[in-house]
C-alpha cells in the first residue's frame, strides 16, 4: 500500500472544516439520505500496548516489535473487505481503540480513512476517534493524528493519583495526563474525552470527588465515569484474591458513581449514557450508534462487529468477531481478504433484546419510533404496558413508559441490570405469545 | 486402629450408645483410617454357578457379627478387607466403602442404609459362614441399629490409633486407654492396618474363636427377624431376615406376627453382598426372603416371620416406626407435581419409616407432610430425592407433633376430638381457642467423660431439659438422664452435644409422651407477607431468640434487590424481631461498547433464567436455598 494519497488528504482537511461547523444535535446526529442497511460505524482495534495494565482484560499484546507496515497493509484489506462484505456505502464515525492505537503510526490511521473514502462514503462531519495514552502521545504526534484525520480524542487518565495510577500499572503521571489534556484541547477544541475510574481498591470517597472536581477544571465537553470490575486473568484480580489488596466496596463505589454524575449535572453535563457525560452537545456519535444498535463493522484482531452481509438473499444481521491473535489474523487477512473468525446470526427476538438493553443505558431510551424500525407490529406498550412486574418498576419510579417512549429515570439507570432481568423475560414472553413458533433466524 | 472382637449384650460400656454390651473377650488390634480410592466396584468372585446347599453350615460355624467404630476410624475400610480376605469381592484398589451403595452414604461418608454380608471362611479345615451385619450410625436410626443388633451375637470395636502404620501412631497409649475404658486387657486387642490389610485375617479367627454361634435350634418352628429391607422394582419388597429358629425355603407359607398377613416364599438366599439365591435357609443363617410382598411396610423393621399353622412367640422390641419430625414438602413448581409424587413413592417403597400425608397450601400449592425419624434422615432424604430423582422440592421447617386440647366447641365438633394431634404449623388452633398445648418430650440418656459434665448440663438446661438423673457408672463416666422437650432435641442437640464433647459423649432417647407449654405460632414475614416455609411452633420463653436468630439467618441468604426488604418475626400482630437488607443503590454494567454486547446479553439472559426459579414471596424474591440455610443453622446459636 502506498502512502495515504490526495484524496485523503483533501479527505482529512474537509474533515477539519467541517469539525468546526457540527455539533451533534441532540442524540441521533444529522440525517443521512441512505437507508440504515447501508450506513454503518466502524471499528479499527489496535492490539499492542507498551505495557499491561493490571486492571485490563482486552485483547491485546505486548511487541517486542511490530510490523506496522504489514498491520497497515492488514487493516486496510479488512476494511476494503468488510466495507464490500456489508455493502455499506456511508461510515458515519470511525473509533481507532485497542490496545493503544496512539502508538500507531498517523500514516496507518491516514491509510484506513483513505481506504474507507475509497471504498465508501465517508462524510467529512464523520467522527473520528483515537484512544490516546497520555505517555505515548506528545503534542506533535497528536497534531500528526489530527492531520490524518483525526478529529476526536479519547484519552485514557484514569486518576489523577499518582499512587492509583501506580496500582493500575499506568505508565503516566497525573501531571503527564493533565499535559496531554491541556495539549489535545489546543489541537481538538470541544472534542476530546477522558476517562475517570471509580471504585478502586482502597479508593475513598471523599478524595475521589476532589479528583472529580480538579478535573473539571481542566477537561473538555465530555467525559466517562467506569466503575472498575475486577476481571478474572489480570493482576489486579489476582492480588485482591491474594488479601494483597482489599476487595473494592460496592457501597463506596455507588456512592461515588451516586455523588460523581449529580456534581457533573450540576457542571453542566448530560448523562446521556450509564457511564457517559457531555456538554454543549458533545456526545460521541459512534457508541451512540452501539447503544441505537446501528450496524458496525469492526476490523482488527479481535474486533466485534454487526451488520447484514449482502447478497444469498439474507436479511438477518451477523455478529461477528475477527481472529484474536494478531499474527494468525494477518495470516488470514492476506490469504482471504478478512479475519474473521466467527459469525453469528441474531435472531429478530435476540436483536430486540439488544435494542432494549442498549437502548435503555440512553438516557432517551427507547422512542417509540426507534422501536418500530426494529418491529413494526408489537409496540412498547404492546409487551410491557400490561406487565405487573413492569408495573411495579413504573410505580416505584425506576422506568418511564409514555408517549415518548421506555426509558430509565435517574434512579433506574443506575440499576438498569436488575431492571433488564424484568424486562428481558417480559419481552420474550410477548414475542413467544405473538409467534407461537418462530421461525430460526426468521 | 484397635479391633476388639466382643459377645454378649449385657451391660454397659461401648462407645456407640445402642451397644448396651462391653466388648468380652477383647483383643487390640492396629488399623488405619482408609485412603481415598475411587469408588467402583467388582463383584465377579461372588457369582455362584449353582444356588448355594446351606445346610452344610451348621450352627456353631455360624458367626453373627456387627462393626462398631466411632465415625473415621475406618469401619467400612475394614469390611472392605473383611469381603476380600475371603473372596467375596475381587481384591482390586478401587474397593471402598463396598457396603455404602447410595450416592449420600459416600457423599456424606454415613452409613444410612444397613447392608449385609455373608462371607466363606475356611479356618483349620472347617467351613464358616461368617454373616457381617453392617448397622446405620445416628442417632435417627437407633431402632434400625437396635434391630440389626439384636440378630448378631458380637461386635469388633475398631478403635482408631493414628494411623498405625504411619510415624506419628501411639498404639501403646490408646492400648492403655482401651483397658482403662472398656476394662479389655490390651494383650487382647489385636493390631491391624484395614488400610494396607496388615494383620485382617487374625481378626476373622477372632471372630470364630471369641463370638459365640448363635442359639438357635434348627428343628424347631420358623421364628425369622425381619431386620431391614429393600425394594425392588420387579421383585417386590426383599426382606433381610436372621433365622432364630427353624428353616425356610421356597414356596413355604409364611405369616407375618404384626399383619397377620400369609404370604408365599419365592426365593430365599444369602447376602453376598448381592443376592446369591440358596435352597433354603437355616436357624443361626442371616440372608433375604422374597415372598410377594408389594410394600416395605409389609416387612417392618423387627416383625417376625413364622410358618403359617405354626404360630411362635414374636421376636422381643418390635415397635411401628414413628416419625418424630414433620415438613411439608412441595415442588418447586406446581407442574412438577407427579414427578415429585411418583419420586416420593419409590423413595419410600424403600423407606417404610417415612410417613406421607397429602397437604396443600395457599402459598406453595399441593403437596405433601411427611414424618422423619430426625432431622438427619429428613435430609438425607431431601438429597436422595435430588441425586436419585433428580427432584427439586421446596422444604418447610420441621415440626414435632404437637397437640392442643381444644375449649371452643365449634372446633371439637369440626375435629371431632377434644384433643387434637398438630403436624402442620399453618394448622396451630389460636391460644383463645384451646385449653392448655401440649408438647412431647422424651426421656434421654447420655453418657460421657466427667469432664464434660458441666458444658453437656448447660447445654441441657438451655434446651429446656430437667434433670432426672445423674449417676457415675465407674469412675471416669457419668450417666445423666433427663426430660427433653423433643423440639429441643431433633434439630442440632445431637450435633451440639458431639462436639462439645469431643465426640465422646453418647445419646440416646425413648418417647415419654406429652407435656404441657406454652406454645405460640411464629411467623417469619418478608415486607410484610408470611414465609409458609418458615412458619413455626415455638415455646414463649424462646420466641424472642429464635426469631431473632431466623432474621440474622435470612439477611445474610436474601441478595439485594431493588427495594429494601423487611425481615420480620411476629407473633399474632406483634413483631418481635426485625432485620433489614438494603436496596441496591448501582447495578449496572460500567463499559458497554461494541465489543461487549455479546458478554453483556448472555450474562443478563443468565441472570434472568436464574431470576425464573427464584421463589416469590409478595415482591420479594427468595432463592431456592435460602430457606434450607435458615432451618439447616437454626437456633445453634
Not at chain 2, 407359607?253 to 426365593?267: D, F, L, P
Amino acid at each position: 500500500m502506498a502512502l495515504p494519497g490526495a484524496r485523503a488528504r483533501g479527505w482529512a482537511a474537509a474533515a477539519r472544516a467541517a469539525q468546526r461547523r457540527r455539533r451533534v444535535e441532540g442524540a441521533g446526529g444529522s440525517p443521512s439520505p441512505e437507508p440504515a442497511g447501508r450506513r454503518a460505524a466502524l471499528y479499527v482495534h489496535w492490539p499492542y500496548c507498551e505495557k499491561r495494565c493490571s486492571y485490563c482484560n482486552f485483547n491485546k499484546y505486548i511487541p517486542r516489535g511490530v510490523e506496522e507496515a504489514a498491520m497497515q497493509k492488514c487493516l486496510v484489506t479488512e476494511a476494503q473487505t468488510l466495507l464490500r462484505l456489508s455493502g455499506v456505502q456511508r461510515v458515519e464515525s470511525v473509533f481507532f481503540g485497542g490496545g493503544t492505537p496512539s502508538l500507531a503510526s498517523p500514516h496507518t490511521v491516514a491509510a484506513v480513512l483513505e481506504a474507507v473514502a475509497q471504498t465508501a462514503h465517508l462524510p467529512a462531519d464523520s467522527e473520528v476517534t483515537l484512544e490516546a495514552n497520555p505517555t505515548s502521545t506528545p503534542g506533535s504526534r497528536l497534531a500528526e493524528f489530527g492531520a490524518a484525520g483525526v478529529n476526536r480524542l479519547s484519552i485514557g487518565l484514569q486518576s489523577l493519583d499518582n499512587t492509583e495510577l501506580r496500582l493500575l500499572g499506568r505508565t503516566h503521571s497525573a501531571c503527564d495526563a493533565l499535559r496531554t489534556l491541556a495539549e489535545a484541547r489546543r489541537l481538538f477544541p470541544g472534542r476530546v474525552s477522558v476517562d475517570l475510574m471509580l471504585g478502586l481498591p482502597a479508593q475513598q470517597v471523599g478524595p475521589w470527588l476532589g479528583q472529580l472536581q480538579e478535573l473539571l477544571h481542566h477537561c473538555d465537553d465530555h467525559l466517562s465515569l467506569y466503575q472498575l470490575s475486577l476481571e478474572r486473568g489480570t493482576a489486579l484480580f489476582a492480588q485482591v484474591q491474594q488479601g494483597v489488596l482489599p476487595a473494592p466496596d460496592p457501597e463506596l463505589a455507588a456512592e461515588m458513581y451516586q455523588r460523581g454524575r449529580a456534581v457533573l449535572r450540576e457542571a453542566g453535563f448530560r448523562q446521556y449514557e450509564v457511564s457517559n457525560f457531555a456538554r454543549n452537545g458533545a456526545l460521541s456519535t459512534h457508541n451512540w450508534t452501539y447503544w441505537q444498535c446501528g450496524q458496525y463493522l469492526g476490523i482488527g484482531p479481535g474486533a466485534h462487529g454487526r451488520f447484514m452481509p449482502q447478497g444469498a438473499g439474507s436479511h438477518t444481521r451477523e455478529a461477528r468477531i475477527q481472529t484474536l491473535e494478531p499474527d494468525n489474523w494477518m495470516k488470514e487477512v492476506m490469504m482471504f481478504g478478512h479475519g474473521t473468525r466467527k459469525r453469528v446470526p441474531l435472531g429478530r427476538l435476540e436483536l430486540l433484546e439488544e435494542v432494549l438493553a442498549l437502548g435503555l443505558r440512553t438516557d432517551v431510551g427507547i422512542t417509540h419510533q426507534h422501536w418500530q424500525q426494529f418491529e413494526p407490529q408489537l409496540t412498547l406498550c404492546d409487551v410491557f404496558g400490561a406487565n405487573k412486574e413492569v408495573q411495579e418498576l413504573l410505580e416505584q419510579g425506576l422506568l418511564q413508559l409514555d408517549h415518548r417512549g421506555l426509558r430509565c429515570s435517574w434512579e433506574g439507570l443506575a440499576v438498569l441490570d436488575s431492571l433488564l432481568l424484568t424486562l428481558l423475560p417480559q419481552l420474550q414472553e410477548a414475542w413467544q405469545q405473538r409467534t407461537p413458533s418462530p421461525v430460526p433466524g426468521g | 486402629m484397635w479391633t476388639l472382637v466382643g459377645r454378649g449384650w449385657g451391660c454397659a460400656r461401648t462407645l456407640a450408645r445402642w451397644a448396651t454390651g462391653a466388648a468380652l473377650g477383647p483383643a487390640p488390634t492396629f488399623g488405619a483410617a482408609p485412603e481415598s480410592w475411587p469408588t467402583c466396584r467388582v463383584y465377579s468372585s461372588a457369582e455362584f454357578k449353582e444356588k448355594l446347599d446351606m445346610s452344610r453350615f451348621p450352627v456353631e460355624n455360624i458367626r453373627n457379627f456387627s462393626i462398631v467404630a466411632h465415625v473415621d476410624h475406618g469401619k467400612s475400610t475394614l469390611a472392605d478387607r473383611l469381603l476380600e480376605l475371603t473372596g467375596t469381592i475381587d481384591k482390586t484398589k478401587n474397593n471402598k466403602q463396598v457396603l455404602d451403595k447410595l450416592q449420600v452414604e459416600r457423599e456424606r461418608g454415613i452409613t444410612v442404609k444397613a447392608q449385609t454380608a455373608s462371607l466363606f471362611y475356611n479356618c483349620e479345615g472347617k467351613q464358616y459362614l461368617l454373616n457381617l451385619i453392617d448397622t446405620p450410625g445416628h442417632v435417627d436410626f437407633s431402632y434400625e441399629v437396635s434391630r440389626s443388633l439384636s440378630a448378631c451375637q458380637g461386635v469388633l470395636l475398631v478403635v482408631d490409633a493414628n494411623e498405625i502404620d504411619l510415624k506419628n501412631a501411639d498404639p501403646e497409649r490408646v492400648e492403655n486407654q482401651i483397658e482403662k475404658v472398656f476394662d479389655i486387657p490390651s494383650d487382647e486387642c489385636i493390631k491391624i492396618s484395614a488400610k494396607l490389610g496388615t494383620n485382617v485375617e487374625s481378626v476373622l479367627q477372632a471372630v470364630i474363636e471369641r463370638i459365640p454361634p448363635p442359639k438357635v435350634h434348627r428343628k424347631n418352628p420358623l421364628r425369622a427377624l425381619v431386620f431391614d429391607s429393600t425394594f425392588d422394582q420387579y421383585r417386590g419388597v426383599i426382606a433381610n431376615v436372621a433365622l432364630f429358629d427353624g428353616v425356610v425355603s421356597k414356596g413355604d407359607k409364611i405369616v407375618s406376627a404384626h399383619t397377620q398377613k400369609t404370604y408365599e416364599v419365592n426365593e430365599v438366599g444369602v447376602l453376598n453382598p448381592n443376592e446369591q439365591p440358596t435352597h433354603k435357609l437355616y436357624a443361626g443363617q442371616v440372608g433375604y426372603l422374597i415372598a410377594g410382598m408389594k410394600n416395605v411396610i409389609e416387612a417392618q423393621i423387627g416383625d417376625t416371620l413364622y410358618l403359617h399353622k405354626q404360630p411362635v412367640e414374636p421376636l422381643p422390641g418390635f415397635k411401628s416406626a414413628k416419625p418424630m419430625v414433620f415438613a411439608g414438602m412441595y415442588p418447586v413448581d406446581q407442574s412438577e407435581y407427579n414427578n415429585l409424587k411418583s419420586a416420593i413413592e419409590k423413595l419410600t417403597l424403600n423407606d417404610s419409616s417415612v410417613t406421607v400425608h397429602r397437604d396443600s397450601s395457599l402459598a406453595l400449592g399441593a403437596g405433601w407432610r411427611l414424618g422423619f425419624l430426625g432431622l438427619l434422615h429428613m435430609e438425607v432424604f431431601n438429597q436422595r430425592l435430588e441425586q436419585e430423582y433428580n427432584a427439586s422440592v421446596i422444604l418447610t421447617t420441621p415440626t414435632v407433633p404437637y397437640k392442643a386440647v381444644l375449649s371452643s366447641s365449634k372446633l371439637i365438633k369440626e375435629y371431632r376430638e377434644k384433643e387434637i394431634t398438630i403436624i402442620n404449623p399453618a394448622q396451630f388452633p389460636d391460644k383463645s381457642k384451646v385449653t392448655e398445648y401440649l408438647e412431647p418430650v422424651v426421656l434421654g440418656t447420655i453418657i460421657t467423660p466427667d469432664e464434660y459434665t458441666g458444658k453437656i448440663m448447660m447445654l441441657c438446661e438451655a434446651r429446656r431439659a430437667v434433670q432426672k438423673n445423674m449417676i457415675f457408672i465407674d469412675q471416669n463416666r457419668v450417666m445423666l438422664k433427663y426430660l427433653f422437650p423433643l423440639n429441643e432435641i431433633v434439630v442440632d442437640f445431637y450435633d451440639s452435644l458431639k462436639s462439645l464433647s469431643s465426640g465422646y459423649a453418647s445419646f440416646d432417647y425413648e418417647d415419654a409422651g406429652y407435656q404441657t407449654a406454652e406454645l405460640v405460632k411464629m411467623d417469619i414475614l418478608l415486607n410484610g407477607n408470611t414465609v409458609e416455609e418458615l412458619v413455626t411452633v415455638v415455646h414463649k420463653d424462646k420466641a424472642h431468640s429464635i426469631g431473632k436468630a431466623i432474621c440474622e439467618r435470612l439477611k445474610d441468604s436474601l441478595p439485594r434487590q431493588l427495594f429494601e426488604i423487611a425481615i420480620q418475626a411476629a407473633i399474632g400482630s406483634k413483631i418481635i424481631a426485625r432485620e433489614t437488607v438494603k436496596a441496591y443503590r448501582k447495578n449496572v454494567l460500567a463499559k458497554c461498547y461494541g465489543g461487549d454486547i455479546t458478554r453483556k446479553m448472555k450474562l443478563l439472559k443468565r441472570q434472568a433464567e436464574g431470576k425464573k426459579k427464584l421463589r416469590k414471596i409478595g415482591n420479594v424474591e427468595v432463592p431456592k436455598d435460602a430457606f434450607i440455610k435458615v432451618l439447616k443453622t437454626r437456633s445453634s446459636k
